[in-house]
């Protein structure tokens, strides 16, 4: 057990490049968030945003409009949560550079991933970027450039080129980058201040990184995932950043979207390991004085970039959301964190190796998109499997409905109508509970990933089965 955290920043990090959901459900999210211990949300748009004029082709169908991102804010600033906006200004750039408008400005041609930052329109690109979301965030004190995983750098023509004419190195690019990035916003925004992910910076030299002066104007967000991370490794970048003159540190750790591109259930102990590893480095702290810990981001990755699939939803992490925030807040999982999480979810009893959940019963859960975590188990612990069984072990189907019959349309599958129509029922449940939370784009990928796969083979026999109802029993087709 370690002390409670004395007052820090803990935010809840939303990822909308995938999965991004309805305001309404926002409404339901940002009290709870509150209550369990969270003072900010940390929010990734990328195609969500509505940008507008020549940034308009960046726009998903369904981005929220001006008035849902200013009731955003509003809604956490009642629940009194800080909003800090997220625009990845680097690397993670797909959703700009996949479109033909902004092919031009990729580090390496055939790769959307990161941008050439030696083309003069990448830092215009970005300035427009920029005050387009700071014009609708002019509460906020904060700013996240992302900055993360830059794939590719220094592969690209203009790169090479630039490295040999100058002896530098990657680094040296990225530093420079960064600096103009930072250079613009504390031009344009005094006092903003700013935070970015410290990935690239680990392999940046100590006198590098004094020379490009950035650590007057930025804090790294150091993230790592693992559940049981070595908290010595972690030292040693903390201690890289007091001697580059960094005057704060944060540090991520994950909720969700961490385990498995196609992860559709948060694995708790996992992630529950992963606040505790973090509680540790926090406490070696003083050791790194006069450099502050300020804050920490609870991120909840929706995909792992914008080409790949969805992982958990939302409602599916919140169980985990919510030990991983009350971990954070009292400096540990004990009996009492336990108690309070059950009760805000309502909730009976936790298996965390099993990621289960007991339900209380007189509920089933009461937290927003409880329907959508109970639906989600059932697909994944009972749908695949019963479909696959009745399949392959359902005598009647084996023995009066086999391929060989479907393929004259012959048959009597008097016992095929309660199965077939008890499981199609709960898929269109469960379609409708996921329309109440998402657009529609989301709810065609995630069932069609998720249900598709085991529905399709009980779609096929359904077809079969009401053509050769219609046939009325007749004799066998040639």
Not at 87 to 94: A, C, K, L, M, R
């Amino acid at each position: 057990h370690i002390s409670p955290t004395p007052q820090c920043m803990r935010l809840v990090h939303l990822d909308l490049k995938g999965a991004a959901p309805r305001v309404s459900y926002l409404e339901q999210l940002f009290p709870l968030l509150s209550r369990l211990g969270a003072n900010g949300i940390l929010i990734e748009y990328e195609d969500m945003f509505p940008f507008k004029g020549e940034l308009e082709v960046l726009k998903s169908p369904y981005a929220y409009s001006e008035e849902d991102v200013e009731w955003i804010q509003q809604l956490a600033e009642l629940h009194k949560l800080e909003v800090v906006p997220l625009v990845q200004t680097f690397g993670h750039v797909e959703f700009i550079l996949k479109h033909a408008k902004y092919q031009h400005l990729r580090e390496v041609e055939r790769f959307p991933n990161s941008f050439n930052p030696h083309v003069p329109d990448t830092l215009a690109l970005l300035k427009v970027i920029l005050s387009q979301v700071m014009e609708k965030h002019r509460r906020s004190s904060w700013i996240h450039i992302g900055a993360d995983e830059v794939f590719h750098l220094g592969e690209g023509k203009d790169s090479r080129n630039w490295m040999s004419r100058n002896k530098g190195d990657t680094g040296t690019i990225y530093l420079n980058h960064i600096k103009e990035v930072l250079d613009f916003i504390s031009t344009q925004y005094r006092g903003l201040r700013v935070l970015m992910w410290d990935d690239m910076l680990r392999k940046i030299s100590v006198g590098a990184l004094q020379e490009s002066g950035i650590a007057k104007h930025v804090s790294p967000v150091v993230w790592f995932y693992a559940p049981d991370f070595d908290a010595e490794q972690i030292g040693k970048f903390i201690n890289k950043y007091l001697e580059s003159g960094f005057e704060a540190v944060w540090f991520a750790s994950a909720f969700k979207g961490t385990t498995g591109p196609t992860q559709s259930w948060p694995p708790l102990s996992s992630h529950l390991k992963n606040q505790l590893s973090w509680l540790r480095v926090r406490e070696a702290m003083p050791r790194f004085a006069p450099l502050r810990f300020q804050g920490i981001v609870l991120t909840g990755w929706q995909r792992y970039d914008h080409y790949s699939v969805l992982c958990e939803l939302l409602p599916v992490g919140i169980p985990s959301l919510a030990i991983c925030l009350q971990t954070l807040v009292n400096g540990g999982f004990m009996e009492e964190t336990r108690r309070k999480v059950l009760e805000v979810l309502g909730f009976q009893s936790m298996q965390l190796e099993q990621s289960t959940w007991c339900v209380a019963s007189e509920g089933r859960g009461v937290f927003p998109g409880a329907e959508i975590y109970h639906m989600v188990e059932q697909v994944n612990r009972q749908l695949k499997e019963s479909i696959t069984k009745m399949l392959e072990e359902e005598s009647a189907i084996k023995g009066w409905f086999s391929p060989y019959h479907r393929k004259h349309q012959f048959g009597n599958p008097r016992n095929m109508e309660s199965f077939g129509s008890k499981v199609l029922n709960f898929v269109r449940d469960l379609r409708a509970r996921l329309e109440s939370i998402y657009f529609p784009d989301t709810v065609e990928e995630w069932m069609e990933e998720n249900v598709n796969p085991y529905l399709d083979p009980l779609r096929d026999l359904v077809r079969d089965y009401r053509a050769i109802i219609r046939l009325n029993a007749q004799p066998k087709a040639p």
